[in-house]
């Protein structure tokens, strides 16, 4: 199918808008109401996106439409990016160091500022950046993002070498910029995305800088979308504002969803929504600023949908972003898959092992595979970054480059993020005690960076971070799935930091009783299906038996509270307990044998193989004797739901099927 006709745009503006207004197998159940839904990088091209023709006219639309005084003057379009990290951070929010320990952080990364593009009338578009120590050597790559292409990933055409010295926003640090001629792009023999014709363009970039502090190289990605204007004296480009994340789709429901996204500029948001055989809608964000979530409401179920974000800046420049697809939900879903998958920090090899505290290779091949199922969202359960550091703009920056390895898939279906212990934002001292953070906290930060289901426990009271968008449920369909946190307000280092902190792997009192009500709500509203996650397993079997929720079984309060987790989980007849942390895949059936009082049996599932370096199994552990199945290769989780009936299919990283098993409880 090919673009969407101009004729649409005309019904945008008249629709409305909104944002702020919608253990034995059991036999199948008979009828589906879901027919056989297509894998997802076949379901991408429909509903088509605008034309040409149809991106000017809503363009122009908006211009005239949008109160442009409402909209800050800054940040600008080209204004340097977000501060990652200083050598003057301070890592302490109010809290005394331990005599006669001394404050101390964590590494500085090479980068100290987001990069920034600033774009010159002539074509020529300089990508800067500020890092903490010279840079001998580096190089850009760019070309273009092909929209119809199954997930619209970038390909590079063009190679600078070299770096000029650029503009530094502050003292003590290195500037440094890489040239690239956007005119190149607009050459007849590789204009593949029509940029001489229709006037609009977006270069995409890959900057590669040598860091001998680590022996490798750093990469960063981009996009910068730009205009061009003729005249008797040639052509003109100016830069648009861009995208610096998103957009991505959460809380997908049989009746809405939300749609997030940051741009570099202050700006006035807005989606275009095209249903497949329906009028168009468009929706406008309330606010105006960098960070948007529109929430599109009044949907119509089992439909997909094509959207489109549009941003304009204070000076009128409008920029139509390519967007994405999603599909709601039927009333009465019966018959569907989902993903789970874990653990994709950094790895050792080349530098996309290491993309800025992500395995970006291995998580975007896994995503990949996920795409050719027919999934209908995604749960990462936790450590999606190194983290452990005491700079927030660098666990921001880290939460960033994992989000961004991942937005080409979210821009189509819902993943919902799990925190794990490598999630963690610290204070620290000199003789290795390290407390979380209280003021930003690594939970606050997280939910900045993610939109999760937003109903959470209330925290207890004092300095203790909040639960918001790290606990949480959702329903899809007869399956309901909990996700907590049991690393929540972790302290590391000596015996007396738990005094500032939780164990790694503690669920507290507040979690314990919060997940107890949603799993009995959840039954009351007829869910059939219970799944919990959390990151630390509740019994470790290859990595993490010296803490998780065991910690070698030599700490009475950890083993109480991991058993009366696992009691909970029975008295619930839950299908799966879910975790990661190992880098690994494991099942182990948890029964009355393994902790007295389990009321149902029910399994463990363990996936941690996105990414990070991997672990052999553990035959020391009490219970390794009841392990059904264990396996070190990369890989998610794919669970088919079909009525009464749950299939696992562990699946790896070239799509081999590592094991098919159907769930019993």
Same mark, same amino acid.
């Given at each position: 199918?090919?673009?969407?006709?101009?004729?649409?745009?005309?019904s945008?503006?008249?629709?409305?808008?909104?944002?702020?207004?919608?253990?034995?197998?059991?036999?199948?159940?008979?009828?589906?109401?879901?027919?056989?839904?297509?894998?997802?990088?076949d379901?991408?091209?429909?509903?088509?996106?605008?034309d040409?023709?149809?991106?000017?006219?809503?363009?122009r639309?908006?211009?005239?439409?949008?109160?442009?005084?409402?909209?800050?003057?800054?940040?600008?379009v080209?204004?340097?990016g977000?501060?990652?990290?200083?050598?003057?951070?301070?890592?302490?929010?109010?809290?005394?160091?331990?005599?006669?320990?001394?404050p101390?952080?964590?590494?500085?990364?090479?980068?100290?500022?987001?990069?920034?593009?600033?774009?010159?009338?002539?074509?020529?578009?300089?990508?800067?950046v500020?890092?903490?120590?010279?840079?001998?050597?580096?190089?850009?790559?760019?070309?273009?993002?092909?929209?119809d292409a199954?997930?619209?990933?970038?390909?590079f055409?063009?190679?600078?070498?070299?770096?000029?010295?650029? =503009?530094?926003?502050?003292?003590?640090?290195?500037?440094?910029?890489?040239?690239?001629?956007?005119?190149? *792009?607009?050459?007849?023999?590789?204009?593949?995305?029509?940029?001489?014709?229709?006037?609009?363009?977006?270069v995409?970039?890959?900057?590669?800088?040598?860091?001998?502090?680590? /022996?490798?190289?750093?990469?960063?990605?981009?996009?910068?979308?730009?205009?061009?204007?003729?005249?008797?004296?040639?052509?003109?480009?100016?830069?648009?504002?861009?995208?610096?994340?998103?957009?991505?789709?959460?809380?997908?429901?049989?009746?809405?969803?939300t749609i997030?996204?940051?741009?570099?500029?202050?700006?006035?948001?807005?989606?275009?929504?095209?249903?497949?055989?329906?009028?168009?809608?468009?929706?406008?964000?309330?606010?105006?600023?960098? !960070?948007?979530e529109i929430?599109?409401?009044?949907?119509?179920?089992?439909?997909?949908?094509?959207?489109?974000?549009?941003v &304009?800046?204070h000076?009128g420049r409008? +920029?139509?972003?390519?967007?994405?697809?999603?599909?709601?939900a039927? =009333?009465?879903?019966?018959?569907?898959?989902?993903?789970?998958?874990?653990? /994709?920090?950094?790895?050792?090899?080349?530098?996309d092992? !290491?993309?800025?505290?992500?395995n970006?290779?291995?998580?975007?091949?896994?995503?990949?595979?996920?795409?050719?199922?027919?999934?209908?969202?995604?749960?990462?359960a936790?450590?999606?970054?190194?983290?452990y550091?005491?700079?927030?703009g660098?666990?921001?920056?880290?939460?960033?480059?994992?989000?961004?390895?991942v937005?080409?898939?979210?821009?189509?279906?819902p993943?919902?993020?799990t925190?794990?212990?490598?999630?963690?934002?610290?204070?620290?001292?000199?003789?290795?005690?390290?407390?979380?953070?209280?003021e930003? /906290?690594?939970?606050?930060?997280?939910?900045?960076?993610?939109v999760?289901?937003?109903?959470?426990?209330?925290?207890?009271?004092?300095?203790?971070?909040?639960?918001e968008?790290?606990?949480?449920?959702?329903?899809?369909g007869?399956?309901?799935?909990?996700?907590?946190?049991?690393?929540y307000?972790?302290? &590391?280092?000596?015996?007396?930091?738990?005094?500032?902190?939780q164990?790694e792997?503690?669920?507290?009192?507040?979690?314990?009783a919060?997940?107890?009500?949603?799993?009995?709500?959840?039954?009351?509203?007829?869910?059939?299906?219970?799944?919990?996650?959390t990151? =630390? $397993?509740?019994?470790?079997?290859?990595?993490?038996?010296?803490?998780?929720m065991?910690?070698?079984?030599?700490?009475?309060?950890?083993?109480?509270?991991?058993?009366?987790?696992?009691?909970?989980?029975?008295?619930? !007849?839950?299908?799966?307990?879910?975790?990661?942390?190992?880098?690994?895949? /494991?099942?182990?059936?948890?029964?009355a044998?393994?902790?007295?009082g389990?009321?149902? $049996? +029910?399994?463990?599932l363990?996936?941690g193989g996105?990414g990070?370096?991997?672990?052999?199994?553990?035959?020391?552990?009490?219970?390794?004797?009841?392990?059904?199945?264990?396996?070190?290769?990369?890989?998610?989780?794919?669970?088919?739901?079909?009525?009464?009936r749950?299939d696992?299919?562990v699946?790896?990283?070239?799509?081999?099927? *590592?094991e098919?098993?159907?769930?019993?409880?």
């Open positions: 199918m090919g673009p969407i006709r101009t004729c649409l745009v005309a945008l503006l008249a629709c409305g808008t909104s944002a702020s207004e919608e253990p034995s197998v059991a036999p199948p159940e008979a009828p589906t109401v879901e027919t056989t839904r297509l894998p997802l990088v379901a991408l091209a429909r509903p088509p996106r605008l040409a023709e149809g991106v000017v006219t809503l363009e639309e908006l211009a005239a439409r949008v109160e442009l005084g409402r909209i800050p003057e800054t940040p600008a080209g204004t340097p977000a501060l990652v990290a200083m050598p003057s951070d301070g890592p302490f929010a109010g809290r005394v160091p331990p005599e006669p320990a001394v101390v952080q964590t590494p500085l990364p090479l980068l100290v500022r987001e990069p920034w593009v600033r774009v010159d009338g002539d074509g020529v578009a300089w990508v800067h500020e890092t903490s120590r010279p840079v001998p050597l580096g190089s850009i790559s760019y070309g273009v993002v092909q929209p199954p997930l619209a990933s970038p390909r055409r063009h190679r600078s070498g070299g770096l000029v010295t650029g =503009e530094t926003t502050q003292p003590g640090v290195f500037g440094y910029a890489a040239r690239m001629d956007l005119r190149s *792009i607009l050459a007849p023999v590789v204009d593949v995305t029509n940029v001489a014709r229709t006037g609009r363009g977006e995409a970039w890959r900057l590669e800088l040598a860091d001998l502090a680590e /022996s490798g190289v750093a990469v960063y990605d981009g996009e910068q979308p730009f205009r061009l204007s003729r005249s008797d004296d040639g052509v003109r480009f100016e830069a648009l504002p861009r995208l610096v994340h998103g957009p991505v789709v959460d809380r997908l429901s049989d009746r809405g969803v997030s996204f940051e741009s570099d500029a202050a700006t006035a948001a807005f989606v275009a929504l095209f249903p497949e055989g329906r009028a168009a809608r468009l929706f406008e964000s309330v606010d105006v600023g960098t !960070r948007h929430e599109l409401d009044g949907l119509e179920a089992d439909t997909r949908y094509r959207y489109q974000p549009v &304009v800046e000076g409008v +920029f139509v972003h390519r967007g994405g697809t999603f599909e709601t039927p =009333e009465r879903l019966t018959r569907f898959s989902f993903a789970i998958l874990g653990d /994709s920090r950094s790895g050792n090899g080349s530098a092992e !290491r993309y800025g505290g992500t970006a290779h291995v998580l975007r091949a896994l995503f990949e595979r996920i795409a050719q199922t027919d999934a209908r969202f995604v749960v990462f936790g450590d999606l970054i190194d983290g550091t005491t700079h927030p660098v666990y921001a920056h880290e939460l960033a480059q994992w989000r961004r390895v937005q080409p898939f979210a821009a189509h279906l993943v919902y993020e925190m794990g212990n490598h999630e963690a934002l610290i204070d620290l001292w000199s003789d290795g005690t390290a407390a979380f953070r209280v930003p /906290s690594a939970e606050g930060l997280f939910a900045e960076a993610f999760n289901p937003s109903e959470a426990p209330t925290p207890r009271d004092g300095d203790w971070p909040p639960y968008e790290n606990v949480y449920s959702f329903d899809v007869e399956v309901h799935v909990a996700s907590v946190n049991s690393n307000a972790v302290g &590391v280092g000596r015996g007396d930091v738990f005094r500032r902190g164990r792997g503690t669920l507290d009192d507040v979690q314990l919060w997940l107890d009500a949603d799993l009995t709500a959840a039954r009351e509203r007829g869910a059939k299906h219970l799944v919990v996650v990151h =630390e $397993p509740a019994f470790p079997n290859g990595g993490h038996a010296k803490d998780a065991w910690w070698n079984g030599r700490i009475p309060e950890m083993v109480a509270m991991r058993d009366r987790f696992a009691r909970l989980l029975g008295s619930h !007849r839950v299908v799966a307990l879910v975790c990661a942390d190992e880098h690994n895949y /494991s099942r182990l059936r948890v029964d044998n393994v902790v007295e389990v009321e149902h $049996p +029910f399994w463990q363990v996936s996105a990070a370096p991997y672990y052999a199994q553990d035959r020391e552990v009490p219970w390794s004797d009841r392990v059904a199945f264990f396996d070190p290769r990369q890989h998610f989780l794919r669970f088919d739901v079909d009525g009464a749950v696992l299919v699946v790896g990283i070239v799509g081999e099927e *590592i098919r098993v159907t769930l019993t409880r």
